[in-house]
Every structure is written in structure tokens, then in C-alpha cells.
């Protein structure tokens, strides 16, 4: 048949630790038009079994054989698809089998090493968000310190303009009172812009 078929594989399988992986693979796959006849007359109706199942699982072993098992259980697995891919072309192309797809469904680790991996990507997690806390903290802090150095330089500069009006205004309420006491012998009047008083002395 020139139908696509499904290939379903379950294999264990080892890392370039030597770890053993337990993985689920589906090929889909299709035979060449072109080459139906040929294949039919050198291997028969059996091809998938004679063939395709066993080149399958050499390709399997070959691409996680190149990886860490903890890149197969996280992020190593469409690289792996593609590598399975291109090796079974390769092999099945020149005897009349079309690959279509690789699809990597499952990657089951031993026990322990699966909490492992799970327990450091938790606490990679865990390190990149408190990473962002204390980054967001630190820009809180920095927003603080300028917004409380904008206000004390405001504090500043209106103290000082209150303490200009205030000198002023305490000489003009000295001028006032000097000026109606009988006694006075001298009359401050105005301040002139060296910042001198005049004075006038009654006659």
C-alpha cells in the first residue's frame, strides 16, 4: 500500500551517560510510488517489519545516544525528532520508503533522576523570580531616593525664599515700631539694594 502508515515504537534506550531512557516514538511513513514494485519484489509484504521497524530503532538509539538525559527529558526533544528524522531518510529513502514525520511522545527517566532534574529546574525557577523580586525592589528603592531628593531640594529651595521674605518683613515690623516710639532717636526707612538701611536721624 502507498497509504501513510503509523509506526509506533516503545524502546529503552540509553544517554551519552549511559543512562537508560524509557521512550515512545510514532513514525509515519509511506512507501514510494515509484518504487512500490521494488519493494514489494526484494523484501516482500513485510517490509515494515524487515525494515523500516529495525531502522527505526537504530535511529532511535543513534539520536539519544548524542544527548544528556536530562536535555532528552526538558529541552533536547525536537532536536532529537529532527535527528531521527533526517537518519531514517537517509537509510529508507534509497529503498522506497518515504519518512513523513517523527514524533517523540514520551520520555520516561528512572525515578530518582526525574526528581532530580524536576527539584533543580523548581529551583531555577525559583532563583529567576527571586532575581525579578529584588530587581523590582531595588528599582523601588531608586525611585524612593530620587523622589525623596526631589523633595527635600524643594524643601531647600522654599526655606530659603521664606527666610528672605521673613528678614524682610521682621525689618519692616522693627522700621514700624522704632517709628512710633517716642523715644526714638533714630528712623530705619527701606532697604535700598546694597542692602543697606537708611537712616535718618530726627531733628
Known amino acids: 500500500s502507498v497509504q501513510t502508515q503509523s509506526l509506533k515504537e516503545s524502546a529503552n534506550v540509553p544517554s551519552n551517560e549511559g543512562l537508560i531512557l524509557a521512550l515512545d516514538t510514532s513514525l509515519l511513513f509511506r512507501l514510494d510510488k515509484s518504487k512500490a514494485s521494488y519493494v514489494y519484489q526484494t ?57 513523513e514525520n517523527v514524533l517523540l511522545r514520551d520520555v520516561q527517566l528512572p525515578a530518582m533522576l526525574k526528581g532530580s532534574i524536576e527539584a533543580k529546574q523548581q529551583a531555577e525557577q525559583d532563583a529567576l523570580r527571586m532575581s ?11 525611585r524612593k531616593r530620587i523622589e525623596a531628593q526631589g523633595i527635600a531640594d524643594f524643601q531647600k529651595i522654599v526655606a530659603t525664599g521664606i527666610s528672605a521674605q521673613l528678614l524682610e518683613w521682621k525689618g519692616i515690623e522693627a522700621t514700624e ?21 537708611l537712616v535718618l536721624e530726627p531733628r
Open 43 to 99: 523484501m516482500g509484504e513485510p517490509y515494515v517489519e524487515k525494515v523500516v521497524e529495525p531502522t527505526l530503532r537504530a535511529a532511535i538509539r543513534a539520536a539519544t545516544s548524542a544527548h544528556s538525559a536530562n536535555a532528552l527529558y526538558t529541552n533536547a526533544r525536537e532536536l532529537v525528532q529532527a535527528q531521527i528524522q533526517d537518519e531514517l531518510t537517509k537509510e529508507l529513502a534509497p529503498r522506497g520508503v518515504i519518512v
Open 132 to 142: 525579578f523580586i529584588l530587581q523590582k525592589e531595588k528599582q523601588e528603592a531608586e
Open 177 to 197: 515700631k522704632l517709628a512710633a516710639s517716642s523715644n526714638a532717636k533714630v528712623v530705619i526707612i527701606g532697604n535700598p539694594k546694597n542692602g543697606l538701611p
